[in-house]
């Protein structure tokens, strides 16, 4: 069983991770496209933290019997790889961006070049 201890941390540290989100967008200073992972990280954390008796289930389900809540902290770890790899993705998109922008304002560059050479 789920020490109740460890289900009260849960649900406040996933409530903080939600609240911290939310004003991080409220701020501006996090995309709601990048924000929809960490809300659904935190929503099932929450929601694994809270429900004691699903946790319990989901255990048993994968085998845990020493200790439920090590359930929790996989699933925790699985949405941070998660996470970790879709900003992967997107900084390799920005990356060839950048390239592809860099060679595009070098040959408009060398237009300008050419063209103030021949006057």
């Known amino acids: 069983m789920t020490p109740l201890r460890v289900s009260i941390i ?3 540290a996933s409530a903080l991770l939600i609240l911290v989100v939310l004003e ?5 200073r ?5 924000a ?3 809300l659904a990280t935190g929503a099932v954390l929450l ?6 008796d699903a ?3 989901i255990a048993s389900w994968l085998g845990v019997t020493g200790y439920p809540p090590a359930v929790l902290f ?3 770890t699985l949405f941070i790889l998660l996470v970790l790899l879709h900003y992967s993705t997107v900084l390799s998109k920005l990356t060839d961006d950048n390239v592809e922008l860099a060679q595009r304002i070098a040959l408009l560059e ?4 050419r063209g103030l050479s021949e006057r």
């Open 10 to 12: 849960g649900v406040v």
């Open 47 to 52: 929601v694994l933290s809270a429900w004691r």
């Open 24 to 28: 991080l967008i409220r701020g501006r």
């Open 36 to 38: 929809l992972l960490w």
């Open 30 to 34: 996090l995309k709601e496209r990048y």
């Open 110 to 113: 060398e237009r300008v070049a």
């Open 74 to 76: 996989a699933v925790a």
């Open 55 to 57: 946790l319990n289930t």
